[in-house]
Each structure stands twice: as C-alpha cells, then as structure tokens.
C-alpha cells in the first residue's frame, strides 16, 4: 500500500517536525537564518489528492497526483530541489526535451560511429515510477551523488534528512478523509523529478548489466 488513512489532520505535527530540522542545521552553521525562517514559515494545510484521466493510454488509466501547495514540506521540497537539480541534470542519463535526445542520437551517429552488431534498442514507459520508488533505495541514490559533489552548499546529511522529511510526511486530503503517503513518492513534490532521476541512475550503474547507453527522460510539471 503506498496510502495510510489518517483519523486526523497531521500538518501542524509536520511542520513542527520541519522546524526541528530547520533549528539543527541553523545551530550546527549549514544553513542561513533567512532559509531556516522560509521553510518553517508555513501555514501547513493537506495537499489535495485529484487523478487525471490518460485519454492517450488505452482504457484511459488514472495518474494520481498529490498536490504539495501549501504542506508542511512544500518550502524544503523547493531546498531540497535547489540540491539536487543540479546534480540530476548533470547525470549522464538525463534527457532534458526532444532537441536534446535528437542531438545525443547525432553525436552517436557521427561520432562514435556505427554501433555494433546485435546491438539492441530498447525503450520503455515505466508504470507508476514516482510511487514505486523504495525509499531506502532512494535515499541511498540520493547519498551516493551527494557524496560524490565537487562543490557543497549543504552537508550531505543535511539535505538527506530534508529529503527523508519530505518522503516521510507528505499528507494530503481526498473528500473528507486523510491520508500520509508511506511508500515512493508523490508526483506532486518540487523534488520529485531530480529524486527520481537519481534512483535510475542507481539502477544503471548498480546491476549486472551495463548497458552503453541509458537516457531518461521525465516530464516535470508542477502541482
């Protein structure tokens, strides 16, 4: 399940929670008294949980959308995006739009040359990427690339926590009822492309297979 109802609003304890962190990393010197003030600044409420129809998919299937607008985590999603942006925009794998793909197509084939034979391409729609991410494969992709940064604007275990915080406590509201969300992460959060784009790259290096080439391309939108 990647849905718990709640018998409550849980927003003040979340952003009681945020200013617990903001607090820390303001004492220990990792992060300046206006950011520790922006993301604690927050009137929380519940994000608001809606779906859209995919009219381009056969049977017309749901996307489930979690809007982050006004939650407890809505200001640290925005720092920890600025953390990690960067780095996933930087991942060999990233696609940034359709001139991009085309012009990496084109330094293959006028670059490297013909590719060899029995070469296989493959591509694919991955079902439900957001929400199907394990959060501690997550984390892990996210420390792997944090620790690997030539320049540090955050300590790695700052901007750990914030992510942890912002996987961990994303509620938001359907109807009446409430609802945290425990597993993957929403497609709604600032963060969620750059966190996703981090778990892939995981993925390619991690595995017994290495393929010569794998590009990802995500379609950020803003909930």
């Known amino acids: 399940m990647h849905y718990r109802q709640l018998s409550s609003d849980p927003s003040e304890n979340h ?8 607090n820390k990393w303001l004492e220990i010197g990792d992060i300046s008294p206006e950011i520790a003030e922006w993301v604690s600044a927050v ?8 779906v859209k129809v995919k009219n381009h998919k056969p049977n017309n299937p749901l996307r489930l959308i979690t809007s982050c607008c006004g939650t407890a985590i809505e200001r640290l999603s925005f720092f920890t995006e600025f953390n990690l942006k960067p780095l996933a925009e930087g991942l060999p794998s990233f696609i940034k739009d359709t001139t991009h793909l085309l012009t990496k197509i084109r330094y293959i084939n006028h670059t490297l040359g013909p590719l060899p034979p029995h070469t296989l391409l493959v591509s694919w729609d991955v079902v439900s990427l957001f929400p199907n991410i394990d959060n501690t494969l997550g984390l892990l992709a996210v420390k792997f690339v944090l620790d690997s940064r030539t320049t540090h604007l955050a300590f790695t275990e700052c901007i750990l926590e914030a992510v942890e915080l912002c996987l ?3 509620n ?35 595995g017994n297979i290495h393929p010569s080439f794998w590009w990802l391309y995500m379609q950020r939108r803003r909930h």
């Open 168 to 170: 961990q406590h994303n």
């Open 172 to 206: 938001s509201q359907f109807g009446d009822n409430h609802y945290l969300q425990c597993h993957g992460t929403a497609m709604g959060p600032r963060n969620a492309c750059s966190y996703a784009g981090h778990i892939n790259h995981l993925a390619k290096t991690g």
């Open 15 to 22: 952003i009681s929670l945020v200013k617990t962190w903001a």
């Open 43 to 50: 009137n929380p409420k519940p994000g608001v949980a809606y």
